[in-house]
């Protein structure tokens, strides 16, 4: 059963902090997003990435936030320093052709 | 004018009854159209992609797709208590460089 895995699952870290979250995208998949959800601005598309480059990072907070995508097997997205607001529900989904996304389980980061 | 637009509800039909949600967007070259279902604490879930004007049908979902009135819907038929959840409307959207765009959600409850 393919599917898109996430590490952690839940992190709570305090404020400047560097916080690290990694996705292995299904096998074969050639595009990996990464989202932020959080109850008062929804979904929010944070960074994608296809074929390993990197093609649209607009949505990141580019002072605190990299991502990254050193192989076909995993992607990261790091926060240096974390703060209170950066706390929310952390989703990366990968997509093969033609463009269906699947998501993971999600990082729930809380900072502190 | 937000690029995918839903009315967040909360939407509550009874047990047995059609639910309909509804989703409009802002770029008339838009080639791709998916419904998916979060349940709280969870992750979306792919439901339905669709592609061209028309209905499409998958078991109790259908959606519908009016590219001229950049309109999709989705309509639950024998709505069950299960189908509870938020459901988002997620659009492909070839001018802004093939980005998907999610609406903030409709939150279904569906009262047994």
């Known amino acids: 059963d393919a599917r898109v895995t996430q590490t952690p699952r839940d992190k709570v870290t305090e404020m400047g902090q560097e916080v690290t979250m990694r996705c292995q995208p299904i096998?074969?998949?050639?595009?990996v997003f990464w989202y932020r959800q959080t109850m008062m601005q929804g979904l929010e598309l944070l960074a994608y990435f296809r074929n390993r480059a990197p093609l649209d990072d607009s949505g990141m907070p580019k002072d605190r936030f990299s991502a990254e995508m050193p192989d076909a097997t995993l992607a990261t997205l790091k926060i240096q320093p974390s703060e209170p607001r950066d706390s929310a529900v952390y989703f990366c989904a990968s997509a093969g052709p033609p463009d269906t996304q699947y998501f993971g389980p999600g990082t729930r980061l809380t900072v502190l | 004018q937000k690029e995918v637009e839903q009315n967040s509800g909360p939407l509550s039909v009874p047990e047995g009854a059609i639910a309909s949600l509804n989703c409009t967007y802002s770029d008339r070259v838009s080639q791709s159209f998916f419904w998916y279902r979060q349940y709280s604490g969870k992750s979306p879930e792919l439901i339905m992609s669709i592609y061209s004007n028309g209905d499409k049908e998958d078991g109790r979902f259908t959606a519908q797709l009016n590219k001229a009135s950049q309109y999709v819907s989705l309509l639950i038929r024998d709505s069950q208590p299960s189908d509870s959840a938020t459901y988002l409307c997620?659009?492909?959207?070839?001018?802004?460089?093939?980005?998907?765009?999610f609406g903030t959600g409709t939150s279904l409850t569906v009262i047994p």
């Open positions: 997620a659009v492909n959207m070839v001018l802004g460089g093939n980005q998907f765009y």
């Open positions: 096998l074969g998949h050639n595009t």
